[in-house]
Each structure stands twice: as C-alpha cells, then as structure tokens.
C-alpha cells in the first residue's frame, strides 16, 4: 500500500514569498490533516479535512495560511506572504474515516529567509 | 483541552539497556493513546497505540507502553535498546467522540551509546 505523499521535501524561500505544498493521501482515506512541526517541538494540527470540507482550522493562521482539498483527495496547503517563523516541516496526514490513527507523510521542510 | 507532557526532552542509554519514556496527558476522558518515532528527515511512524481494553500494549519493533488511568501516564518501554532506535519520539493524545485530530507532546530525543 502506498503511503501519504508530500512535495517538495524541502523548500527555501525568501520573506514575503509564497509557497504552496501539496499532498496526496493514502488511497480511500476519508480524513487529511496538515500539521505544522516547528523544530524543537511536537506536530501542531493547522487544519482537518473530512472529504473535501474542513473539519477544524483553528490554529490556522487564515490572514496567510489557506488551504484546499479538491475532490476529497489530493490537497494543496500555501503560505502568503511568508513569514521567517513559518519555518518549520509541514506533515501531511490521512486517516480512514471514524479512525483516529494517522499515517504520516515525510513532510516538507520549508526555510524562509 | 487536552494537552500532552513529555517532561524528558533528551535521554541517553547504552545499547541493551531498558528503556522507559514518560509521558502524561491531560483530558477529561479516556483518550485515545499513541506514541510515534521519528527519525531524521522522516515522517511519524506509528509505535503502537491505545484505544480500550488490556492497559499494556505491544507495539512494532518491540516497544510497549502501559496505560495507567490514576497517574494519566503512557510510558513507552524496551527491555534492550538496539543503536537504530535513537531518534525522536512522540507521545500523542487523540479525542473520544469524533474529530479525529492528534496533540503531540514536544518529544524525546533518544541517543544510544554503543
């Protein structure tokens, strides 16, 4: 079975820069989270997709952060403008529905200078 | 809300050596329960988890945590740590009743001496 997939594995960017990542989830897995993993510190949940609608985005940053889940599959995450302290690995994670259990990707390391 | 405790940030054990990680939550429920490793420039790969049932679970790469409700702990053990377990590990938390989503504690960085 294939895994969650993320890309780019690593990205740097310049303050004020955009930048988007994009994840495509384990096969038939209802459930997609975005988590934020500053370096020194555990995975933050930035935004739950149920299918194609949200969840939860409580702790995402909405002046700059947006993200979307066309079709209930793949999904796209962006930063606009870039700020230095967006640094960090951005996880991607899917879950079948009604499982709590998540199956993480690599991640995306994004650098903003 | 609920929120995880990992309260050592790194530990350092020789190779076969026991091994024991602490973690304690906080939730008004019974949780779902998890521990994740991380190794350098990965993802977060599942150890074992804890839903209902026998409070002593068996985890991959033989890892197990006990849940203990009175002292709201999930310590993760290994009777012989081998060189390849050091990395980070994640103790998580996950809510009863829908929504799915995951709190991490800040982790622990695991160094194995040979």
């Known amino acids: 079975e294939a895994g969650v997939a993320q890309s780019p594995r690593y990205k740097i960017i310049e303050k004020r820069q955009s930048v988007a990542f994009w994840c495509n989830p384990i096969?038939?897995?209802?459930?997609l989270y975005w988590y934020q993993q500053i370096l020194g510190q555990g995975p933050k949940l930035l935004i739950q997709?149920?299918?194609?609608?949200?969840?939860?985005d409580s702790q995402l940053p909405k002046d700059r952060f947006s993200a979307e889940r066309l079709k209930g599959v793949d999904s796209t995450l962006k930063i606009q403008p870039a700020k230095l302290e967006d640094s960090a690995v951005y996880l991607c994670a899917s879950s079948p529905q009604g499982n709590t259990e998540a199956f993480f990707g690599q991640g995306t390391r994004l650098t903003v200078v | 809300a609920q929120s995880v405790t990992q309260p050592d940030i790194h530990i350092t054990v020789s190779e076969g050596a026991s091994l024991e990680l602490r973690c304690n939550y906080s939730?008004?429920?019974?949780?779902?329960l998890f521990w994740y490793v991380q190794s350098p420039g990965q993802g977060l790969q599942l150890l074992l988890k804890y839903f209902s049932g026998d409070t002593l679970v068996q985890g991959i790469k033989g890892f197990e945590a006990e849940f203990k409700r009175s002292q709201s702990s999930f310590n993760l053990r290994k009777p012989s740590v081998h060189w390849s377990d050091a990395a980070e590990y994640f103790c998580?938390?996950?809510?009863?009743?829908?929504?799915?989503?995951?709190?991490f504690g800040t982790g622990t960085q695991l160094k194995v001496e040979l």
């Open positions: 939730y008004g429920a019974t949780p779902y």
């Open positions: 998580a938390v996950g809510l009863t009743g829908g929504g799915n989503k995951l709190t």
């Open positions: 096969s038939g897995h209802a459930t």
């Open positions: 997709f149920q299918n194609n609608g949200v969840v939860d």
